[in-house]
């Protein structure tokens, strides 16, 4: 174990999401995914396309919760719209609930989506978002609340959902979740979620009884990579206030 802490080994495992995605509109939702998402660009992939999350297009890499110095393009709505239709965008969302097939819900707990136990989000952009456009997952409390046999709605489409539909879904790729815990993918013969890496500190039977379906687990679980001193100098460039440890904290 290193002196690293939890936050960043999350927010490079964030960050490696968006390797080889080349010249695209990285569109990571939330704080440690965004600055997953601005390490990328500052690191592996410069040609990375990414908005002050409003109108805008950014042309520098500012720290998280600034302003950027740079505007490289306006970028409307009917813009954003075209990216998304034309599939060239990776998002990284959260999720109040996923199975193992990656089925996600944001929009409401309970049986009756009518009347809910407790309402989320929303649907917002979710069905979008996974038919069309890569998708990944940020979700910083693993837990068999979130990780769960059957989701209560279903707001992003998983792998069984976009099997059903057939040459629909021909576009549809989940490519991992992260979490406080671990990291997970799709690549397994079914795409059933595999365990792909555990953060350092956490064992594979940690992920496992904070699961709520069983996982696909290999022979030989690696360990989340720690980022190197290079890369934790830009870290710290781009996160000074260290708003990535209100989120995930420890080490």
């Known amino acids: 174990m290193t002196d690293v802490a939890r936050a960043d080994v999350c927010a490079f495992a964030v960050a490696d999401c968006f390797r080889d995605d080349g010249e695209i509109l990285a569109n990571p939702i939330g704080n440690l995914p965004v600055l997953g998402g601005r390490l990328a660009r500052e690191l592996y992939e410069p040609r990375l396309v990414m908005t002050d999350g409003e109108a ?7 720290p998280l919760g600034e302003a950027p110095e740079v505007i490289a393009g306006w970028n409307p709505y009917r813009r954003m719209f075209d990216v998304v239709w034309n599939g060239r965008r990776h998002v990284m969302m959260g999720a109040g609930q996923i199975d193992r097939y990656g089925n996600q819900n944001i929009a409401a707990i309970g049986g009756d989506p009518d009347r809910p136990d407790r309402q989320l989000l929303g649907f917002r952009g979710a069905p979008g978002n996974t ?5 990944s997952y940020w979700i910083p409390g693993h837990s068999t609340r979130v990780f769960v046999e059957r989701v209560d709605l279903v707001c992003g489409i998983g792998y069984d959902r976009a099997a059903e539909l057939g040459e629909a879904a021909r576009f549809h790729e989940l490519r991992r979740v992260v979490t406080n815990l671990a990291v ?3 690549e ?3 795409h059933r979620m595999r365990l792909r890496s555990v953060h350092p500190g956490v064992t594979v039977d940690d992920v496992v009884a904070a699961t ?7 022979d030989d679980v690696p360990q989340t990579r720690v980022p190197t001193a290079e890369e934790l100098a830009v870290l710290e460039r781009l996160d000074p206030k260290g708003l990535r440890h209100r989120e995930v904290k420890g080490r």
């Open 56 to 62: 805008y297009l950014i042309g520098d890499t500012p």
């Open 131 to 135: 038919i069309n456009n890569p998708t």
């Open 184 to 186: 997970l993918d799709f």
């Open 188 to 190: 397994t013969p079914d």
């Open 212 to 218: 709520g379906f069983e996982l696909a687990i290999g």
